[in-house]
């Protein structure tokens, strides 16, 4: 199966106050922290959603809509994957083992009460969904329990208060 890593970066980052993107996390940008994330789960072809500057991106349909938006627009705009592994580029403590979870489901899926990350095989999209949670729904993906083990790496980081906090763990 053709397998696509796409890493959700297309957001204004206006409650961090500067792009979450391009913040340092291990003495390089967040963005690429999440490629290594992707490549040591086992997927080689890693896209970016959004635009960065600096980095080769797949720019939205319709910018600063939101992530269901910008995974639609992927899917339609790489339509030669089976599936799509998408992951938000604010979550640092993303472990590869979390996201081996999901590719090893037989249907889309997901985390229960975490829409993202997701895995989303490639039987979307006619739908106009405006949240994950709804789009996931809507193509019956699978909602997988998440370990208690796995509930550490599922920490967004949106603000700079959840950054310190993520961070200095």
Known sequence: MQIAGIIL???RSSRMGQNKALMPF???PLVEHMVSILQNTGVD?????????????????APF???AKAIKSVVQKLPNYDGFLFIPVDMPLLKPDVLKLL????????????????F???????????SVKELLKSINATAIELPQKFLPAMVN??????????TST
């Open 65 to 67: 809509a939101g992530p």
């Open 103 to 118: 590719l090893s489901s037989s249907n889309s899926s997901y985390f229960t009460n975490k829409p993202l990350p997701a």
């Open 9 to 11: 970066a297309g957001g």
């Open 120 to 130: 989303i095989k490639n039987n979307i999209f006619n739908t106009d969904e405006t």
């Open 157 to 166: 980081t949106n603000t700079p208060q959840q950054w310190q906090e993520a």
């Open 45 to 61: 072809d890693i896209h970016i959603s959004g635009q960065l500057d600096g980095y080769n991106c797949i720019v939205d349909n």
């Open 26 to 28: 291990n003495g390089k």
